[in-house]
């Protein structure tokens, strides 16, 4: 057994304990009241879901495990001569709560890369699909291609499967399905973009060292790539993502089914797909105004034409947060390092400027501040990742890393099939009629 799962089962054995007290001597508190508008309105607010993975404050941003963003950078090891940290350390912490030790982390990197070989059909698959077809259709379809391998639905399958034993054949799973996901990533990179030249993966390397090689683009790109997967990876549990992945898992589908469903929330451009609309948005600004940046002025006529047609903008605004997000930050300064003349930064710099008092002067966003799709198109763009219908599947591969450790704890702590109520409108009305 690895040290991750040991000390995993050992977490486990703790934590359940904690469980069945609030549950057995306190399931009764009351933590949340449900209103009319939090019953139509998407639930915002509705304290209903669980995790320990990661809790996001609305002023502070998003804690992974109680660490801030800038505090995992700091204190996760790191490959030798690099600013960024393993992912697999990361998946290490988001797993146990813990932060690992270098040969911890590393024993993690060698674990995924004995599992990282991907099955030939689904590299036939994706290239039997038409070639239009979305990069994130891709995706999600290769992921749930290999249901076949699960030794989850295996297990349940054959009676092999209880309550307490359940989360370790979703370990399996979620470790396979993960070391898999940055050459499927890049493998439909590849094909859609590059003319089906694929690259073979390097042994030797990390998850992120890996990815970078495997998409043909050179260092410092692995170091964009350990960020970006470790800045995307959770969010809490209510966003479309986590809560799909945790939902559909809670039907004990295996972590193939889950994660496709979650993958084909973050598909949808008020989520994950936002960060392409940014880059498209951007571009059409960019076009308009001859290549060069827009002046200031230019560019709020822009921000007010988009409002004023009734489309969103995109990279702003946020369900939970009330500031700007730490994850667009992070970006920034990275970008302030390494790219701070680039016109497509300063740009999107500029919008920053602009687009918080426009948004607050059209008054309908609660958030006017900028969210973490603002900012990651920008660095990609200048490492030579134009095909920005493709950063989704980015965002995909780090997602996930959060889900996915969500979902082997959901199994640990044994939670049960997700069926909320629903009402009629008629209750809704006879419900205000009482009040
Ligand atoms: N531009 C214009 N209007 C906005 C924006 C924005 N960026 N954000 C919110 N609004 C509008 C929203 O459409 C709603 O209008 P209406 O009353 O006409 O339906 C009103 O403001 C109130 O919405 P909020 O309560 O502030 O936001 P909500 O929680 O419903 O939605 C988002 C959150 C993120 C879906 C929304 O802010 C948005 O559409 N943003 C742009 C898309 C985006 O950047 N998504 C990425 C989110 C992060 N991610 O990676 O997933
Ligand atoms: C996310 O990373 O999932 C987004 O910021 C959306 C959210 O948290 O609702």
Known sequence: MTTLKEVLAKKIEEHRKRTTKLLVEHGDVKISEVT????IGG??????LVTDISYLDPYEGIRFRGYTIQEVMEKLPKPEGKDYPYVEGFLYLLLTGDIPTKEQALEVVEDMRKRSQVPQYVFDMLR???RDSHPMAMFSAAIVSMQRESVFAKAYSEGKFNKYNSWEYMYEDVLNLLAKLPQIGAFIYRLKYKGDTQIDPDPNLDFGGNFARMMGIDPPYDEVARMYFILHSDHESGNVSAHTTHLVASALSDAYYSLAAGINGLAGPLHGLANQEVLAWIQKFMEKFGGG???EEQLKQAVWDTLNSGQVIPGYGHAVLRKTDPRYTAQREYCLKYLPDYPLFQLVSKLYDVVPDI?????KAKNPWPNVDAQSGVIQWYYGLTEYDFYTVLFGIGRALGV?????????LGYPIERPKSVTTDMLEEFAKQA
């Not at 009319?36 to 019953?39: C, E, G, R």
């Not at 996915?404 to 640990?412: H, K, M, V």
């Open 404 to 412: 996915l450790s969500n979902i082997t704890w959901d199994r640990a």
């Open 128 to 130: 039997a699909l038409p």
């Open 36 to 39: 009319i508008a939090q019953a």
């Open 293 to 295: 940046v827009p002046t």
């Open 43 to 48: 639930m915002r607010g509705v304290k209903s």
């Open 359 to 363: 948004l607050k002067q059209h008054g």
